[in-house]
């Protein structure tokens, strides 16, 4: 069974800077692996910010940026701001089946 | 503007059927693979399925596959999740998500809908 690993929970203080990673169970993530990044807020349904690697939205603020880093997907946030407390999930595609990450849980203090 | 809406959702009693819906508008319906993805109270996402922009091509998570059925009406617009055999655990959150790009399968998803509510208790 592929497992995609994420940070349970990370803390940033206003203005900084953060990184979240997500790690496949299977090795290496790789572009081919078309990583996705979406943020939830406590009740609200999910929202895309990133797709293949480092593609944004229109809707994707620009302090919000990914790639990848060693051998896992990278969303890095800059320039962190209040309402960036939410979960934050990956995504990764596996061929016929796509899998998310566990979710991490960003505390902005 | 780009919208999904699901709906069908409910309390149903373990062992039994519901099909849920997913009314897209907006775009061109046809052109878009779409997936569902599904949230366990208190739980992450969970991929549950996707089907391709044509309808030819559908691929299941495992935990729901050979009870859950994607398909689509792309007159209608609309996506469909049949599901059978239903237990406790497929208690959960249901979002429709539209693809990025049209005509694959890859890269990802773009437009949620809000979700609808299955609940699986006798």
């Known amino acids: 069974q592929t497992v995609v690993t994420q940070e349970p929970s990370l803390t940033v203080s206003p203005g900084g800077t953060v990184t979240l990673t997500c790690a496949s169970s299977?090795?290496?993530?790789?572009?081919?692996?078309?990583p996705n990044w979406f943020q939830q807020k406590t009740g609200q349904a999910p929202r895309s910010l990133i797709y293949s690697t480092n593609k944004k939205h229109s809707w994707t603020p620009a302090r919000f940026s990914g790639s990848l880093l060693g051998d896992k997907a990278v969303l890095t946030l800059s320039g962190v701001q209040p309402e960036d407390e939410a979960e934050y999930y990956c995504?990764?595609?596996?061929?016929?089946?796509?899998?998310f990450g566990g979710g991490t849980k960003l505390t902005v203090l | 503007q780009v919208q999904l809406v699901e709906s069908g959702g409910g309390v149903v009693q373990p062992g039994r059927s519901l099909r849920l819906s997913c009314a897209a508008s907006?775009?061109?319906?046809?052109?878009?693979?779409i997936q569902w993805v599904r949230q366990a109270p208190g739980k992450g996402l969970e991929w549950v399925a996707v089907i391709s922009y044509d309808g030819i091509n559908k691929y299941y998570a495992d935990s729901v596959n050979g009870r859950f059925t994607i398909s689509r009406d792309n007159s209608k617009n609309t996506l469909y999740l049949q599901m059978n055999s239903l237990t406790a655990e497929d208690t959960a959150v249901y979002y429709c998500?539209?693809?990025?790009?049209?005509?694959?399968?890859?890269?990802?998803?773009?437009?949620w809908g809000r979700g609808t509510t299955v609940t699986v208790s006798s």
């Open positions: 907006g775009f061109t319906f046809s052109n878009f693979g």
């Open positions: 299977t090795g290496p993530v790789t572009s081919g692996y078309y």
């Open positions: 998500a539209k693809k990025v790009v049209p005509t694959t399968m890859v890269y990802g998803m773009d437009v």
């Open positions: 995504l990764l595609f596996y061929g016929a089946a796509w899998v």
